[in-house]
């Protein structure tokens, strides 16, 4: 990741900028974020003992050209997880510099299931280290980049090794199933045998105790 100043479009011609990074499970490096112990204290309280990193994302938000496309919109993260139960997966989300309002800092609706537009919004404003921990059913997002500069943070979803994969068939899953398998086939050529939960099970990792199930 290349840090460069912009003031009024996301990339400078003669540069590379990365704006996320996802599953990096098999970089060390980045990959000790998951495994630290001052994270995994709090994430057993929610999960277990038994603890997997199922999903991981170092974003780098970009400035904002106007056209809002650094905004990330409001959603639950439940909606990409193939397993349950719910009440055993947890967000550790990370502040790697100062947010603020200004460079596009968390926003949720704190302890709000069902979405009410009516409702006051929690701008999560964090120094650099600030953790936040947060369920899969939080409605959040993030706001745009309104400043020159990238803004960085970096998540880890963890989950007890004990939970269990659910079929998707028929529900608001089954279309992120059918992308996934058209990815895996383009990227690997992969057309048959290999189920959603496999994707997730191969990228899962384990940090702290057994993997039982996942």
């Not at 912009?6 to 704006?19: H, T």
């Not at 639950?76 to 990370?94: E, G, K, M, S």
């Not at 690997?188 to 191969?202: H, M, N, P, S």
């Amino acid at each position: 990741m290349r840090d460069v100043d912009i003031a009024s479009s996301e990339f400078v011609p003669d540069q590379k900028a990365v704006s996320k990074i996802q599953d990096f499970q098999e970089d060390p490096e980045l990959f000790r974020y998951c495994a630290l112990p001052e994270v995994l204290q709090y994430v057993e309280c929610f999960v277990g003992e038994d603890i997997m990193a199922m999903h991981t994302m170092l974003i780098n938000k970009p400035p904002d050209t106007g056209k809002k496309t650094s905004r990330h919109p409001l959603h639950q993260d439940l909606h990409y997880f193939p397993f349950r139960p719910v009440d055993r997966i947890v967000c550790a989300w990370t502040a790697m510099e100062h947010i603020t309002q200004q460079n596009g800092c968390l926003v949720m609706y704190h302890g709000v299931q069902d979405f009410d537009p009516r409702l006051p919004r929690a701008h999560l404003e964090m120094e650099k280290g600030d953790t936040v921990f947060f369920h899969p059913l939080l409605i959040h997002g993030s706001g745009m980049n309104q400043t020159s500069g990238f803004r960085k943070a970096i998540s880890c979803h963890y989950a007890s090794a004990r939970c269990y994969y659910i079929d998707v068939h028929d529900t608001s899953q089954e279309n992120i199933e059918k992308e996934v398998n058209e990815i895996v086939a383009r990227k690997y050529g992969v057309t048959e045998g290999l189920r959603f939960q496999d994707t997730w099970a191969i990228r899962g990792r384990l940090v702290k105790g057994e993997r039982v199930s996942l």
